[in-house]
């Protein structure tokens, strides 16, 4: 059953404008006190004759029509009718959202016209009882409670990657916590592979389940993202999916609508700009480092010698990607007249930073590059650089790569990396935990992600919505795009 909320998914880019230019100019106008209901909310609370005792009731002969195959917590917090996101209100039994519970407030308007009865105030998470204005404390509600904002302890972010327990959804399908499809509302694959690979990095998750770990941040994109992380690991969804729209238009906003609903984006580009920006948001100073460098951050060494110059010039500079070139695909067709499709192995294009590989470089000036890892992260993602623009169109190149997806052993791949120190173990052996893939043509091809599930050592296909078990076989036959190596234990 489809709520009037939803036919955002559907519409086009311009109606998302239009929306936006409404609420501008719902939040320039100052609204009336009455619409702001008063003392549950904290901003307004002691105001005057606003400020009242509120009746608070165990039973309620309404409780009965609470709908929850119609509650969608996942859209924006706006009132339905003045698309303010003051003082909301959701319905429990039609799931449309109202401002304020006041005489005069929409919630009120609605409950007296539709018959509905029962609200919960989406920032306080109380519910009450229109038009008589009581508050209900019942605690059959808590489930509606804990999909309106998960919560999880410590314990259990400590038990995630050993829970093998299946979660039923309303509807009676049953779900994995944290392997659930996202929607793609329009064109956004290209965050949805990006947001399920994030959520393999064990140390970036468990630190965005905890609000306490970052509430002294005050970016709308950070608690955005913490809140979808959340909904995706949570046990006790009323629905095996989620839909990513308020991380959405988070992101939107703070990349000035570089990233947006309706145009189809790179998840390399995406990647980089999401966690340069989730870093520079946690961070507390300009030197502080951030879970997203602890995760990803290593170290390169890089030699430039010039044309003409003897001189050498040694620079070290952190990185959070590596890019990998691929050698490039045949001009000719084969005898049968079909095109030959190479394959490399991961282990000559690792060969770039070894130390002792040449690259030329045209710009800024031509130059013979050199560069050596010299710090591994525990999270390791490459890139493989697929795509290249010329004046007129977009090339693919569909070359396949050979890759380990258990016990790479970096040090092989990479001899130039330091040693331990007597005494010390240092594990240098990587397992694969997710592989972003490119099918189809460059312009009007789709990005899907092969996601490890550590508690069992399975893997899972995810394109938006469809999850499915697959075989480690599979992993490795697909055109690698983007892919997150972890660090193993010693």
């Known amino acids: 059953m489809k709520t009037e909320r939803e036919g955002v998914k559907n519409g086009g880019v311009e109606e998302e404008e239009e929306r936006e230019l409404k609420r501008k100019r719902v939040m320039e106008r100052s609204p009336p006190l009455d619409e702001l209901e008063d003392d549950e909310d904290d901003a307004f609370k002691g105001r005057g004759k606003h400020s009242r005792h509120v009746e608070v009731r165990r039973d309620c002969p309404y409780l009965d029509t609470v709908n929850r195959q119609v509650l969608d917590f996942d859209f924006e917090r706006f009132c339905s009718v003045s698309l303010s996101n003051l003082n909301v209100y959701a319905c429990l039994v039609c799931g449309k959202y109202f401002q304020g519970r006041s005489q005069k407030s929409h919630a009120y308007t609605h409950s007296l016209e539709a018959g509905h009865h029962v609200y919960i105030n989406l920032l306080t998470e109380k519910v009450y009882c229109l038009p008589d204005s009581y508050e209900i404390n019942d605690p059959s509600l808590d489930d509606i409670r804990h999909v309106l904002n998960p919560r999880f302890s410590r314990a259990q972010v400590e038990e995630l990657d050993r829970n093998k327990q299946w979660s039923r959804a309303l509807d009676g399908s049953d779900y994995l916590p944290g392997m659930v499809g996202l929607n793609n509302i329009q064109k956004t694959e290209f965050v949805n592979v990006t947001i399920q690979s994030l959520m393999r990095v064990t140390p970036l998750r468990n630190f965005f389940l905890i609000p306490e770990n970052y509430q002294h941040c005050k970016s709308p994109l950070v608690h955005r993202f913490g809140e979808l992380t959340r909904k995706i690991w949570h046990a006790r969804n009323f629905k095996g999916q989620v839909s990513p729209h308020e991380f959405l238009q988070a992101v939107m906003k703070a990349s000035k609508k570089r990233f947006r609903i309706g145009q189809q984006s790179d998840p390399v580009e995406f990647m980089s700009w999401l966690l340069n920006t989730l870093h520079m948001d946690l961070r507390t100073s300009k030197d502080a480092s951030s879970i997203i460098h602890q995760c990803f951050q290593g170290e390169l060494e890089v030699v430039r010698e010039y044309q003409g110059n003897e001189n050498k010039e040694i620079s070290r500079m952190p990185f959070l990607m590596l890019g990998l070139d691929l050698p490039p695909p045949p001009l000719f067709k084969d005898v049968m007249e079909k095109n030959i499709i190479p394959q490399v192995a991961l282990f000559d294009l690792l060969k770039k930073f070894d130390g002792e590989t040449v690259t030329e470089v045209v710009r800024p000036?031509?130059?013979?590059?050199?560069?050596?890892?010299?710090?591994?992260?525990?999270?390791?993602?490459?890139?493989?650089?697929?795509?290249?623009?010329?004046?007129?169109?977009?090339?693919?190149?569909?070359?396949?790569?050979?890759?380990?997806?258990?016990?790479?052993?970096?040090?092989?791949?990479?001899?130039?990396?330091?040693?331990?120190?007597?005494?010390?173990?240092?594990?240098?052996?990587?397992?694969?935990?997710?592989?972003?893939?490119?099918?189809?043509?460059?312009?009007?091809?789709?990005?899907?992600?092969?996601?490890?599930?550590?508690?069992?050592?399975?893997?899972?296909?995810?394109?938006?919505?469809?999850v499915a078990e697959t075989l480690p076989q599979m992993v490795e036959l697909s055109e690698a795009y983007m892919q997150i190596y972890e660090l193993q234990e010693e």
């Open 365 to 466: 000036k031509l130059a013979r590059m050199r560069y050596r890892v010299t710090k591994s992260p525990p999270y390791l993602m490459f890139h493989m650089v697929r795509f290249k623009k010329n004046n007129f169109f977009k090339e693919k190149n569909p070359t396949l790569v050979n890759f380990p997806v258990k016990d790479m052993e970096l040090r092989d791949y990479i001899p130039s990396l330091p040693s331990a120190l007597e005494g010390e173990k240092v594990s240098s052996k990587y397992n694969l935990i997710a592989n972003i893939v490119h099918d189809g043509k460059p312009e009007d091809g789709y990005f899907r992600v092969f996601v490890q599930r550590k508690s069992q050592e399975l893997w899972y296909e995810m394109q938006d919505l469809h």
